[in-house]
């Protein structure tokens, strides 16, 4: 993984080993960046939970002069019901947004439910400034077990904001099993941008705030296969992609699941070279 100079070294990480062993020390040392067209995509294997969370680490785009442009976003993750990746087929995308230059960039959650209908835009909490170029560590929370379901974003350890919404309908659309796990990809209508982002965590449970402040541990980050302090959910890991540091992992082909559910993703670049391999060598 890439370091940020001022804040995190991510490149020499330690982990906990909960056989008693003490501190040992692991490698990660790489990253996935996105150029507009690149997009990680795979099958899940089950059904949209009711109830997950989300942890990664990304440094985004700044988004903050976009010229007067309308509609500028950058997806980060979602998961939809078909390999082709438009809103009707979606069932949640995490993305930033900006609608216009006048505008302050926000984190979005955009939902559908079970019925198909659109259950809720969250245009959430503006975007803090030192988000941007900066890597961060991220969770997002999604409890869709009841009509009036919530949202909670943590940065860094900490509650950014939360929302409680209201839907006509209980969980996400959703199939069986033909379900479709994606990391960055580009809708047309929109304008993506690069994106790095690495160690990515999808569970079925939801993380409280003391797992999230262990998982966040004083910006190093941690093996989410480990439990730490208050971070015991590794066993509710339902994908665990390291981008770049996983057994396998290949631009272009492959990204491993390194939770052991064999949610493997494939990698697409739909022209050029859009997904950059990166090492602590070239961060800037």
């Known amino acids: 993984m890439l370091s940020n100079n001022a804040q ?3 490149n020499d990480a330690y982990i906990y080993a909960p056989d008693g062993g003490g501190d040992v020390e692991w490698s990660n040392t790489k990253s996935w960046g996105f150029q507009s067209n690149g997009s990680c995509k795979g099958l899940t294997g089950i059904a949209v939970p009711n109830i997950m969370s ?9 988004r903050a002069n976009t010229g007067g442009a309308i509609r500028k976003s950058c997806y980060l993750f979602g998961l939809s019901k078909s390999s082709n990746l438009n809103w009707s087929n979606m069932s949640l995308r995490f993305d930033t947004w900006q609608y216009a230059s006048s505008n302050n960039p926000v984190f979005a959650v955009r939902t559908k439910n ?5 259950s809720g835009y969250w245009y959430g909490p503006t975007i803090p400034s030192d988000c941007f170029l900066n890597w961060k560590h991220y969770v997002l929370t999604c409890d869709f077990s009841t ?7 943590y940065i860094d350890g900490v509650l950014l904001a939360d929302r409680i919404r209201s839907s006509s309908a209980v969980g996400l659309q959703s199939n069986t099993s033909t379900n ?4 960055h990809t580009l809708d047309s209508i929109e304008n993506d941008e690069w994106l790095y982002i690495d160690e990515i965590g999808w569970y079925n449970s939801i993380l409280p705030q003391s797992a999230v402040t262990s998982l966040y541990n004083n910006g190093v980050p941690h093996d989410l296969t480990e439990n730490l302090g208050d971070y015991t959910q590794s066993s509710n890991l ?7 540091d996983g057994v396998g992992d290949s631009i272009g082909t492959k990204l491993n699941d390194e939770s052991g559910n ?3 993703l494939d990698t697409h670049t739909d022209s050029g070279v859009s997904i950059i391999e990166a090492g602590p060598a070239s961060n800037g």
Do not use: H
Request: glycine share 8%; net charge neutral; no cysteine.
């Open 8 to 10: 995190i070294s991510l």
């Open 54 to 62: 989300f942890s990664f680490w990304a440094k985004i785009p700044d």
């Open 114 to 118: 079970s019925s198909g209908s659109t």
């Open 147 to 153: 009509t009036s379901f919530a949202y909670e974003l």
């Open 180 to 183: 479709y796990l994606y990391i």
């Open 238 to 244: 339902l994908g665990y992609y390291r981008m770049g």
């Open 262 to 264: 064999n949610r493997d």
